[in-house]
């Protein structure tokens, strides 16, 4: 079946400007995680989804970021005013949901964004 | 904050030697996994070690995990040139809660 997809796969936006960017979990996978990757570094915790709802909203950086998951299905991570700072690779996971931490995490391939 | 350590940061080897990888983490977890990344884009999750786990092997990938020492390895053996990757380990404490990666060990396969 289909896997996580991500839109768009690049976005290259001036400072200051606005920048939504999209994932689609893996059909009935009920857990979501945002994570951000900046070069050569490891992964970012940004936030989760369990349904609709944010448990953990403790890694996103600062009040520009908010993201949003509707129907249990599509997220939308928004940077609001970006700098340059945000430039890095945003990439989405899901999993089942089960419970139990054995959860395997499916990843997406990732919106590479550039702030100039 | 990061859950895991990997070291090396980097590690070049030739083709058909081993390669292990060690991972050191510092809070309680509930299991260890090891994820890849090719050219810096989506993971790939290779294995999960449960807390209660000593070792897993799983094809060419061997990982122990000593809860002691808060310390897993990751070891690929006969290593391919495709296997040239970065690897992170991620730890979980429990439930979905997410995985805290570590930054990686950049691996080089020289054919």
């Known amino acids: 079946g289909a896997g996580v997809s991500q839109s768009p796969s690049n976005k290259v936006t001036e400072k200051g400007k606005d920048v939504e960017l999209r994932c689609d979990p893996i059909?009935?996978?009920?857990?979501l995680y945002w994570y951000r990757q900046s070069l050569g570094q490891g992964l970012e915790f940004l936030i989760y989804?369990?349904?609709?709802?944010?448990?953990?909203k403790s890694g996103l950086p600062s009040d520009r970021f908010s993201a949003e998951r509707t129907g249990g299905s599509v997220s939308t991570l928004t940077i609001q005013r970006t700098q340059q700072e945000d430039s890095a690779v945003y990439l989405c996971?899901?999993?089942?949901?089960?419970?139990?931490?054995?959860?395997?995490?499916?990843f997406g391939p990732g919106t590479r964004l550039t702030v100039l | 904050s990061q859950q895991g350590e990997e070291d090396p940061q980097a590690l070049s080897i030739q083709e058909g030697e081993n390669a292990t990888m060690n991972c050191s983490y510092k809070?309680?977890?509930?299991?260890l996994q090891w994820y890849r990344q090719n050219s810096g884009r989506g993971l790939v999750h290779l294995i999960l070690?449960?807390?209660?786990?000593r070792e897993k092997h799983s094809g060419r990938l061997r990982v122990t995990l000593d809860t002691s020492k808060k310390s897993s390895s990751l070891l690929i053996t006969a290593s391919r040139a495709a296997d040239t990757a970065s690897y992170f380990c991620?730890?979980?404490?429990?439930?979905?809660?997410?995985?805290?990666f570590g930054k990686g060990t950049r691996l080089s396969v020289i054919a």
């Open positions: 059909s009935g996978h009920t857990a």
């Open positions: 991620a730890g979980r404490s429990s439930g979905n809660t997410p995985l805290v």
């Open positions: 989804f369990q349904g609709n709802s944010a448990p953990d």
């Open positions: 809070t309680s977890i509930n299991n």
């Open positions: 996971a899901s999993s089942p949901g089960r419970g139990g931490g054995a959860d395997t995490q499916y």
């Open positions: 070690i449960r807390s209660n786990e």
